[in-house]
């Protein structure tokens, strides 16, 4: 028997696998081979009836992006500014054409909520 006798790249099942299955779809141009392709997708479809209408949630739900502030591309946090020298000599050493691009604020800072005192009150023998 030849592989051509077996192997059909038919666009349709036949129907003893398709008819058992309920609501199955192929969506072309969707890279199964792309794993963050596949998450991102993955949460537009979480997301998707309340963007759309149909879920009766109308609690503050913050803009759509279609892309993430990441994407992709490989992410290094540093605890402080050290970490700099450290990335650009890492890009050199292994021939990576690639730039840093600071997203964040170059100091820790706490958000306006965060509340600054404790809730919990001073007992004997521990000073505030």
């Given at each position: 028997m030849?592989?051509?006798?077996?192997?059909?790249?038919?666009?349709?099942l036949?129907?003893?696998?398709?008819?058992?299955?309920?609501?199955?779809?192929?969506?072309?141009?969707?890279?199964?081979?792309?794993?963050?392709?596949?998450?991102?997708?993955?949460?537009?479809?979480?997301?998707?009836?309340?963007?759309?209408?149909?879920?009766?949630?109308?609690?503050?739900?913050?803009?759509?992006?279609?892309?993430?502030a990441?994407?992709?591309?490989?992410?290094?946090?540093?605890?402080?500014?050290?970490?700099?020298?450290?990335?650009?000599?890492?890009?050199?050493?292994?021939?990576?054409?690639?730039?840093?691009?600071?997203?964040s604020?170059?100091?820790?800072?706490?958000?306006?909520?965060?509340?600054?005192?404790?809730?919990?009150?001073?007992?004997?023998g521990?000073?505030?």
């Open positions: 030849r592989a051509r006798e077996f192997l059909r790249e038919e666009a349709k036949p129907p003893e696998q398709a008819d058992p299955m309920n609501h199955v779809f192929v969506l072309p141009g969707v890279s199964s081979s792309d794993p963050y392709q596949i998450y991102r997708l993955g949460v537009a479809m979480a997301r998707a009836r309340s963007d759309a209408g149909t879920d009766n949630i109308t609690d503050n739900i913050p803009a759509w992006s279609a892309s993430a990441f994407g992709e591309d490989a992410v290094v946090a540093g605890f402080n500014d050290s970490v700099e020298p450290i990335i650009d000599q890492a890009l050199s050493m292994a021939g990576l054409p690639a730039k840093k691009v600071q997203i604020s170059p100091n820790s800072l706490e958000p306006a909520f965060v509340n600054h005192t404790s809730p919990i009150t001073a007992f004997a521990y000073p505030r």
